[in-house]
């Protein structure tokens, strides 16, 4: 029986087809010839398909690096997405959790930065991520944290910016950097950024006294800079370009170019200290985010209160919902008796950019009377993500409490003002 | 030269652009003149193909640690070109453009296709990669030497366009980027220059009779694959003329027999003919599967849809057979105006076919000779001055004034008008009279004065001769 990998010779009517069996579908049979272009061929149409040669495997020669006595050391976490994954002809599908020895192969560049070792703690793209998953990452971080210089974690992109939200406010205190890094080309591309990332990453690891979690992505579509992005106040905000990440009312902490220059824009970030770890990883997994919209069913809030013991409403404009008219006067009813029974109702805006307000309009200040929480200049995101972890740490009551209030720098005091928001201009 | 003592080995592998939008966008590629209206700075890096192996060519580009500048204008380029978004769906112009060259050329088409990802990273493709796929294979050519195999034939991506080029930089335009390209290969049989050309020659004939491809300097591209007895192949890129590919096969083996150390490579055609080099040849290793879209399918349904048109040389020989001279035959049929004079043939039966293409041909110096702009010379009002004469209306001497006249708006029939028969017997009777004993050639100069041309010359001699003889 052939398998992919193989050497073989398929006959047909159209001919014989020799070359390396690729992984194939119900109705066709894939061949890479000599040449390196595949080719379907029809199933059906073939007559025999003969193993000329067992697969070749694939080169697994690593060189085993040496440490170097005068670099720092990072320890490289992976929990699956495009940042860390080659295609497997095998499978045609991608594969992560390198050895160091590979990922040093990959990007042979990290040698001349630091000392590199690897795990891989999870496995999953970023969509399927799960709050118990950032308790795992935690604790990888927790068990790192004392034997390396600092920590880079690949993640997929999609999610990222909420997993950094999670790990800052987990960690209430920790003393070396932690830096998230994805990759919006995979890997296997000659065009992937995950490369410079990965590379901006370690190299402001290892020259900067930052301490705290951070993300490292591109700054703009060019391959020249990175951005260091703060872990609550940043957001995916294109499918697919490399500039994808940007920060949301602030600016980046710092930009790192591709010799290694870096440049702080922010003064006032966390910094190296002989301070102990503090690690608070109880996530409470009862809340849920609610996009307003219009038309919206009753139904839904109606579900909401009922099965979830925090809701972030992610508002139109200062953070009104439809609760006001006769007809969603239902919906008012039952925020209100859900607060009065001690549920949690945040809310936030869908304009990503600005502050929510609690009394500019008669319908805002219904809100509020009712015991909603305005949350400032805070992400939709960071404040689901934060009202998980407070309700996961503090009793309810102190939970609502603390939801406005800012403890890693979620929210800003002062609306800085900028010509064009969308684009800080922390650019020289 | 002798070729076959030296062992001369020679393949063909033509580039032609397609028609329509980009392969793998929705952008239409424009004439390039607009300037660019963003740039972007990227790097480039090997990978290890799926086999797990870096290849070759790729790495020695990666040893160059250059970085590139892609110019872009928002015209012709979109986030597709700058690497910044997956591919759109395949443009189905393109698959059926290239699906009827196969099938012109004889090809088996795949029942399944699989675009590739092969690995360049001198820059000219900003993903690292040039998408393409094995569309058919084991086609021939026929030529007059015998057939030449055509083993395969791939619809891929075009690469960017090289604007400057310093030791560590490489500045592209992406205008060009993403235009399918179909690629016919031929096997090794060619058996001297003049057969590489005529068979280059023939390959193009069969891509334009599609109607679907690209015209103008750059759009077709020849490569040429060589070998002679001793020395390995060389493959020798740009021919972009095909009257330099005599001259250029000659010079080469010239080079290679005088060569000493030699190793498999690929060249580029400088302007003087000669060649140089360019990197050296690429592996299979540097193809893996495109991931970002599935394998197509193609059933017996699409190829029946496919409608194979005639070839250029076979509407060229259709209009021979009216009379029209070869080169003529050959240009209307390359303009795809064969069936249209076929019909207008038809159409004006009394005259003769060359009549009515000369008057076609001649618009340039009826505007000049008549003052008319070329442009108002269009084909309705070449067909209205032919239907004039067709129907005995208009002396065909007459045809290109009133041809003039109909363009410039003041056409009126009168002007035109034949003097009846009567009329010009009695004009010529007295002219005899007042002038006797003239030649025949003296009388039929005062009469087509008088007339102002605006007599059948034929009937005059006629008449004349009656009178006189």
């Known amino acids: ?428 | 030269m002798d070729y076959i003592k030296l062992g001369f080995k020679c393949g063909l592998e033509i580039h032609q652009q397609l028609e329509g939008r980009k392969l793998f966008c929705h952008c239409i590629p424009g004439a390039g003149k607009k300037e660019p209206d963003a740039e972007v700075v990227r790097k480039l890096r090997a990978s290890a193909g799926e086999m797990g192996i870096i290849d070759i060519s790729a790495k020695h580009e990666m040893e160059k640690g250059r970085h590139f500048i892609y110019e872009s204008s928002s015209e012709s380029t979109c986030l597709v070109e700058l690497d910044e978004e997956p591919i759109h769906q395949l443009s189905q112009e393109a698959l059926d453009t290239a699906l009827t060259v196969s099938l012109l050329l004889n090809c088996t088409i795949a029942d399944e296709i699989v675009f590739m990802r092969k690995t360049v990273i001198d820059g000219s493709n900003t993903s690292g990669f040039q998408r393409t796929a094995l569309i058919a294979y084991n086609g021939f050519l026929e030529t007059s030497r015998g057939k030449v195999i055509i083993p395969t034939i791939c619809l891929e991506e075009e690469a960017a366009q090289k604007v400057e080029e310093s030791n560590d930089c490489v500045r592209y335009r992406l205008d060009r980027l993403g235009i399918p390209l179909i690629e016919i290969a031929t096997d090794a049989s060619l058996k001297d220059p003049e057969h590489v050309k005529e068979s280059a020659e023939k390959i193009g004939m069969i891509l334009r009779s599609t109607g679907k491809v690209r015209r103008g300097i750059g759009t077709i591209r020849q490569d040429v694959n060589l070998s002679i007895k001793g020395h390995p192949r060389v493959e020798i890129k740009g021919f972009q003329d095909l009257r330099s590919i005599i001259k250029t096969i000659n010079i080469e083996v010239q080079r290679q027999l005088a060569e000493k150390k030699p190793e498999s490579h690929v060249r580029k055609v400088n302007p003087d003919f000669t060649t140089s080099y360019l990197r050296p040849m690429p592996g299979p290793a540097r193809m893996y599967v495109e991931t970002d879209m599935r394998t197509i399918r193609i059933s017996k349904e699409a190829l029946s849809r496919i409608k194979l048109p005639s070839l250029i040389s076979e509407k060229a020989n259709n209009l021979e057979k009216f009379g029209i001279g070869g080169p003529v035959a050959d240009k209307l049929a390359r303009e795809g105006k064969d069936a249209y004079f076929v019909s207008l043939f038809g159409k004006f039966s009394s005259l003769k076919p060359s009549f009515i293409v000369e008057a076609f041909l001649s618009v340039k110096a009826i505007s000049k000779d008549f003052s008319a702009p070329e442009q108002k010379l269009t084909d309705q009002v070449i067909e209205k001055a032919l239907a004039l004469v067709d129907e005995g209306k208009l002396q065909k001497g007459n045809m290109y004034e009133a041809m003039a006249d109909i363009a410039k708006g003041k056409f009126e029939i009168g002007k035109y008008s034949s003097a009846s028969e009567n009329e010009l017997e009695s004009a010529i009777e007295s002219i005899v009279k007042e002038k006797p004993g003239l030649k025949e050639g003296a009388y039929m100069g005062l009469i087509m004065g008088k007339f102002h041309g605006k007599v059948d010359g034929k009937k005059a001699m006629q008449i004349l001769k009656r009178l006189i003889g």
């Not at chain 1, 872990?231 to 697919?240: A, E």
């Open chain 1, 1 to 428: 029986m052939a398998e992919p990998g193989d050497r073989v010779k398929a006959m047909t009517n159209d001919g014989s087809f020799e070359g390396i069996l690729m992984p194939g579908s119900n109705n066709s049979v894939f061949i890479k010839l000599d040449s390196g272009y595949n080719i379907g061929i029809d199933s059906k149409k073939i007559s025999s398909l003969k193993v000329l040669g067992r697969g070749m495997k694939k080169k697994d020669e690593v060189k085993q690096v040496k440490k170097k006595n005068n670099l720092p050391s990072i320890a490289i976490l992976h929990t699956g997405g495009t940042i860390a994954s080659k295609v497997d002809y095998r499978t045609g599908g991608v594969s992560a959790g390198y050895s160091a020895e590979e990922f040093l192969e990959m990007f042979p560049g990290l040698s001349e930065i630091a000392n590199i070792e690897t795990k891989a703690v999870l496995n999953i793209m970023s969509e399927d991520i799960c709050f118990a998953d950032y308790v795992k990452l935690a604790n990888a971080i927790e068990e790192f944290s004392g034997k390396c210089d600092g920590i880079i974690i690949g993640h997929g992109t999609d999610t990222l910016s909420y997993t950094s939200a999670a790990l800052a406010f987990m960690f209430e205190k920790i003393n070396i950097p932690v830096i998230l890094v994805g990759s919006q080309r995979s890997s296997d591309r000659g065009s992937s950024d995950s490369a410079m990332n990965v590379q901006s990453a370690a190299r402001f690891i290892a020259s900067s006294d930052f301490a705290g979690i951070a993300i490292c992505m591109h700054s703009s579509s060019n391959d020249d800079q990175c951005a260091i992005f703060s872990p609550l106040k940043t957001r995916k905000m294109h499918t697919s370009r490399r500039d994808a990440f940007k920060a949301i009312n602030d600016t980046p902490i710092a930009l790192v170019d591709s010799f290694g220059k870096m440049d702080f824009i922010k003064k006032d970030y966390s910094r190296k200290s002989n301070e102990k770890t503090i690690l608070k990883p109880g996530f409470e997994k009862d809340v849920c985010l609610l996009k307003t919209h219009p038309n919206m069913s009753q139904d839904i809030f109606d579900f909401c209160t009922k099965r979830y013991k925090a809701i972030v409403i992610e508002g139109t404009g200062l953070g009104h919902a439809p609760v006001n008219i006769s007809n969603n006067q239902k919906n008012y009813e039952a925020l209100k008796s859900y607060i009065k029974k001690g549920g949690i109702v945040a809310v936030t805006s869908q304009c990503i950019y600005g502050r929510v307000h609690p009394s500019v309009y008669s319908n805002l200040r219904r809100l509020s009377e009712i015991g909603c929480i305005f949350c400032e200049d805070m992400l939709p995101e960071t404040a689901f993500i934060k009202a998980a972890w407070l309700l996961g740490n503090y009793k309810p009551a102190e939970a609502a409490g603390l939801l406005a209030a800012n403890l890693r720098g979620e929210i800003t005091e002062r609306s800085l003002y900028e010509k064009d928001f969308l684009e800080y201009s922390y650019k020289n």
